[in-house]
């Protein structure tokens, strides 16, 4: 019983791309957004949504669906039960609790350890194939979590990390510099959060490298207007907090970019958070962190090799131990 009356001899359907199916765990800003740029940008052929709270879950699901005439074809599924899952090519994590008043980042980090434990087992039982994205904050802390709750190799478990903080930097510097954002390559790398560290030594835009263009110029770049910069991409996060009580669009388009690389391939190079131990000198212990990684369809491919300063590897070390620190104190 369909719709259509077959009509005989006509040609076998040509040969579709790929199925793919993409999970988002927990809807609230971040997930939401995530969802709605990868309908747009008609990344999946089916979305699955999952959270702890049946009707938010649910509204937001119907509210998707009723926009179906409007959107690319994309078959939309929520349920608080796992299964929902079964069969993702990529599982998106952005379920987190909220921090209480007076809560320690201590206490809050364990709390969402727990949450992980409640979530990383089944998505791994439904999906064994499947890639991890976590963006869940402290993310660099949280990817390791997943890491070790999956038992999935390393290159199949990816944090968002500094890809957003990257992206915001690139906005800084346009801004600065007058010119278009995707126009400029820029990475921060490290830690998402506070003690993440700006490349400056391979900014380039348009393939002219920033610094050594100015200083041929002779336009010095005070150490402070560079400080300023990456200082404002790191308060930038809190600002948006405060104003609006949430992030949520930038963050949507960067994993939807992720994605993009991910599931169709692209190879793409992207500041994200990967198994660190090894890179750039970094020992000590299994420690996830932001890294110029290249990504397809495996996961991570690859770390790229960028020159650092020795400056930038210090700061990078530091970052490691900030990270590795807060780890101990888990007990996983
Ligand atoms: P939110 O709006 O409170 O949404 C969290 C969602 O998680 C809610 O809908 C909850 O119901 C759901 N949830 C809670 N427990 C569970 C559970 N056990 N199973 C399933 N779902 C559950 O938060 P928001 O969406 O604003 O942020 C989500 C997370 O993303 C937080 O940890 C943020 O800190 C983090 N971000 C990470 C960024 C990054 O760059 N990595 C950027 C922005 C936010």
């Given at each position: 019983?369909?719709?259509f009356r077959?009509?005989?001899?006509?040609?076998?359907?040509?040969?579709?791309?790929?199925?793919?199916?993409?999970?988002?765990?927990?809807?609230?800003?971040?997930?939401?957004?995530?969802a709605?740029?990868?309908?747009t940008?008609?990344?999946?052929?089916?979305?699955a949504?999952?959270d702890?709270?049946?009707?938010?879950?649910?509204g937001e699901?119907l509210?998707?669906q009723?926009?179906?005439?409007?959107?690319?074809?994309?078959?939309?599924?929520?349920?608080?039960?796992?299964s929902v899952?079964a069969?993702?090519?990529?599982?998106?994590?952005?379920a987190g609790?909220?921090?209480?008043?007076g809560?320690?980042?201590?206490?809050l980090?364990?709390?969402?350890?727990?949450?992980f434990k409640?979530i990383?087992?089944?998505?791994?039982?439904?999906s064994?194939?499947?890639?991890?994205?976590?963006v869940?904050n402290?993310?660099?802390v949280?990817?390791?979590?997943?890491?070790?709750?999956?038992?999935?190799?390393a290159?199949?478990?990816?944090?968002?990390?500094?890809?957003?903080?990257?992206?915001r930097?690139?906005?800084?510097?346009?801004?600065?510099?007058?010119?278009n954002?995707?126009?400029?390559?820029?990475?921060?790398?490290?830690?998402?959060?506070d003690s993440?560290?700006?490349?400056?030594?391979g900014i380039?835009v348009?393939?002219?490298?920033?610094?050594?263009?100015?200083?041929?110029?002779?336009i010095?770049?005070?150490?402070?207007t560079?400080?300023k910069?990456?200082k404002e991409?790191?308060?930038?996060?809190?600002?948006?907090?405060?104003?609006?009580?949430y992030?949520?669009?930038?963050?949507?388009?960067?994993?939807a970019?992720?994605?993009?690389?991910?599931?169709?391939?692209?190879?793409r190079?992207?500041?994200?958070?990967v198994?660190?131990k090894g890179?750039?000198?970094?020992?000590g212990g299994?420690?996830?962190?932001?890294?110029?990684?290249?990504?397809?369809?495996?996961?991570v491919?690859?770390?790229?090799?960028?020159?650092?300063t020795?400056?930038?590897?210090q700061q990078?070390?530091?970052?490691?131990?900030?990270?590795l620190?807060v780890?101990?104190q888990?007990?996983?």
């Amino acid at each position: 019983q369909t719709f259509f009356r077959s009509i005989s001899n006509t040609a076998p359907p040509s040969p579709t791309k790929r199925h793919t199916k993409i999970s988002v765990i927990g809807v609230g800003n971040v997930g939401m957004a995530i969802a709605q740029t990868i309908l747009t940008q008609d990344l999946a052929d089916e979305l699955a949504l999952v959270d702890a709270k049946s009707d938010k879950l649910r509204g937001e699901m119907l509210d998707l669906q009723h926009a179906a005439a409007f959107l690319p074809r994309t078959k939309i599924d929520a349920s608080i039960d796992y299964s929902v899952t079964a069969g993702s090519d990529l599982c998106i994590v952005t379920a987190g609790a909220r921090q209480n008043p007076g809560e320690s980042r201590l206490n809050l980090l364990q709390r969402n350890v727990a949450l992980f434990k409640s979530i990383v087992p089944p998505l791994v039982k439904y999906s064994p194939e499947t890639i991890l994205l976590i963006v869940s904050n402290p993310v660099d802390v949280l990817t390791y979590v997943a890491w070790k709750l999956s038992g999935f190799p390393a290159n199949r478990v990816i944090g968002s990390g500094t890809n957003l903080d990257s992206s915001r930097f690139r906005f800084l510097i346009a801004d600065h510099l007058d010119v278009n954002a995707q126009d400029v390559q820029a990475y921060i790398v490290g830690e998402h959060g506070d003690s993440s560290v700006a490349l400056w030594s391979g900014i380039s835009v348009g393939g002219v490298p920033v610094l050594s263009f100015l200083e041929r110029q002779q336009i010095a770049l005070e150490k402070e207007t560079l400080e300023k910069i990456h200082k404002e991409v790191v308060q930038c996060a809190y600002e948006v907090i405060g104003l609006k009580g949430y992030t949520s669009w930038a963050i949507g388009y960067s994993v939807a970019n992720l994605a993009r690389t991910i599931l169709r391939d692209q190879r793409r190079i992207h500041p994200v958070s990967v198994l660190a131990k090894g890179f750039y000198g970094i020992d000590g212990g299994d420690v996830f962190l932001s890294l110029p990684a290249q990504l397809g369809r495996s996961g991570v491919l690859g770390v790229t090799n960028v020159h650092l300063t020795d400056e930038e590897t210090q700061q990078l070390k530091n970052s490691a131990k900030t990270i590795l620190e807060v780890q101990c104190q888990l007990g996983i």
